[in-house]
C-alpha cells in the first residue's frame, strides 16, 4: 500500500462511494454515485489541479497497485470559509466560479492554516490502519510545506455515523496530537439523518441508523468537534 499526496499525474475528481478509482475507470459514468454531469467533473478536475499548482497538492492518497482505496481532501482554510466545497454533494458542488476564482497566495504565517475536509477509506480496505497512515502522511506533507496548523472536524464515538459523514472519529485524531477548540453544529448533517432515520435514502440506509444510532434524538449525533494541530 502506497500512501502519497495527489499530483497532476492522476487527478481524483470524484470519490470513492461505488469502489476504487484509477485511471482506467475514473471516467466511467457507473463509478459516479450521483451521476453529476460531465461539466461539473470537468470543473472538479479543473479546480483541484489549479490547487495542486498553487500549493503542491489537495489530497493525500492511499493506493494499492493504481487505484486509490482511501483519501483525504484537504484546502486552506481562508479558501474553506469561502466555500463549503465538496467533489460529489451537489449542493456543494465546485461552481464555475470556484473553479476560475483567484486563488489566494497565503501572504503570511497566520494564512497558513491546511483544513481536511473530506476522509473516505472504502469500506473493503478499513481496519487496516489506513486513516492513522492517511493523517500521518497529512501532518508531514504540512509540515515540509510550511503549514502552521491542520484543523479538521471529528465524531465523538459512533464509527459508523463517521464513515457515513467522511469524518474520522475524535479518538482517531487524538491519537495524532489533535486538540479540541470548538464544538460546531451543521444544519446539513441533522437533514441528513433525518433522511435516512425517515426511510428517504432506502431501506438499508435506515435499517443502519437504526441499528448504529438507536432511537437517540438528532439533537445528540448533530455535534462535530472542531480540531486542531499545531505544527
Known amino acids: ?33 450521483e451521476s453529476l454531469p460531465k461539466e461539473q467533473l470537468d470543473r472538479n478536475k479543473k479546480f483541484l489541479a489549479r490547487l495542486v499548482d498553487a500549493y503542491g497538492s489537495c489530497a493525500m492518497l492511499a493506493m494499492e497497485d493504481d487505484s486509490v482505496v482511501a483519501h483525504a481532501r484537504f484546502y486552506p482554510q481562508i479558501i474553506y470559509d469561502q466555500f463549503k466545497i465538496c467533489c460529489q454533494d451537489p449542493n456543494h458542488a465546485i461552481t464555475q466560479e470556484i473553479a476560475e476564482m483567484e486563488l489566494p497566495p497565503l501572504a503570511n ?17 478499513r481496519g487496516q490502519g489506513l486513516s492513522h497512515k492517511l493523517i500521518d502522511a497529512i501532518l508531514k506533507w504540512a509540515k515540509n510545506n510550511s503549514w502552521k496548523s491542520v484543523r479538521c472536524f471529528a465524531y465523538l464515538d459512533n464509527y459508523w455515523l463517521a464513515s457515513e459523514m467522511c469524518t474520522p472519529m475524535l479518538r482517531t485524531y487524538s491519537k495524532h496530537g489533535f486538540k479540541k477548540i470548538g464544538i460546531v453544529t451543521i444544519p446539513e448533517v441533522k437533514d441528513f439523518l433525518q433522511q435516512m432515520k425517515n426511510g428517504e435514502l432506502g431501506a438499508e440506509k435506515k435499517k443502519e441508523f437504526e441499528k448504529f444510532c438507536g432511537d437517540k434524538d438528532l439533537s445528540e449525533l448533530v455535534d462535530l468537534y472542531e480540531i486542531e494541530r499545531q505544527l
Do not use: W
Request: glycine share 2%.
Open 1 to 33: 500500500m502506497k500512501i502519497c499526496p495527489m499530483d497532476k499525474d492522476f487527478i481524483l475528481f470524484r470519490c470513492l462511494h461505488n469502489g476504487p478509482l484509477s485511471p482506467s475507470n475514473i471516467e466511467a459514468k457507473s463509478m459516479n454515485i
Open 109 to 125: 504565517q497566520a494564512e497558513r492554516i491546511l483544513r481536511i475536509t473530506c476522509f473516505f477509506v472504502h469500506k473493503d480496505y
